[in-house]
């Protein structure tokens, strides 16, 4: 974890936060250890998707051509539900 996750985590904490928006995973593990609702950029596409906000198909495409590490099987599951 670097210290942007854990600045993260900290104010969250101290801000009392409905949701801290995190994909690192041991910041995840570690927020959602704290008692912390936590959410990715997955999360918040699926929101979306379900608010007829964003075609999450296209979403992810996009996504996928960032520099963003996502598992396949991860998208795969999240394609599969909607």
Do not use: C, Y
Not at 13 to 34: S, W
Not at 49 to 56: C, E, F, G, M, T
């Amino acid at each position: 974890m670097d210290a942007g996750e854990i600045e993260a985590i900290l104010l969250s904490k101290q801000k009392k936060a409905d949701l801290l928006l995190m994909d690192e995973k041991k910041g995840r593990l570690t927020a959602k250890g704290q008692g912390l609702i936590v959410m990715g950029v997955l999360g918040v596409l699926e929101l979306a998707n379900r608010q007829q906000k964003v075609n999450l198909p296209q979403a992810i495409d996009k996504l996928l051509q960032t520099n963003i590490k996502i598992s396949p099987s991860l998208i795969e599951s999240l394609l599969k539900k909607t």
